[in-house]
């Protein structure tokens, strides 16, 4: 019986790591499509970001109010 060949075998894994990897970008491709995220919302900042923002600020400086939250583009 032949020794199986040490560069045979990686290639043949490279190409498996390959095709797993396509295969995973097809499903997630599918997905996207399926459900596609929105461009933006209509009242512009989400309100887990600001309950985020204000909980930081009260978390450095306490006693501190957020007054208003621009984003920057």
């Known amino acids: ?3 199986p060949n040490l560069l045979v075998i990686c290639g043949i894994a490279l190409l498996v790591v390959f095709l797993v990897l396509t295969f995973l ?3 997630m491709r ?3 499509i ?3 995220q929105p461009d933006e919302l209509a009242d512009g900042i989400e309100p ?5 923002i204000t909980q930081a ?3 450095a400086y306490p006693g501190a109010r957020v007054t208003g939250i621009e984003e920057v583009r």
């Open 48 to 52: 887990v970001v600001v309950a985020a």
């Open 34 to 36: 399926l459900f596609p």
């Open 30 to 32: 599918g997905l996207m």
């Open 1 to 3: 019986m032949p020794t």
């Open 57 to 59: 600020v009260t978390t």
């Open 25 to 27: 970008a097809a499903v």
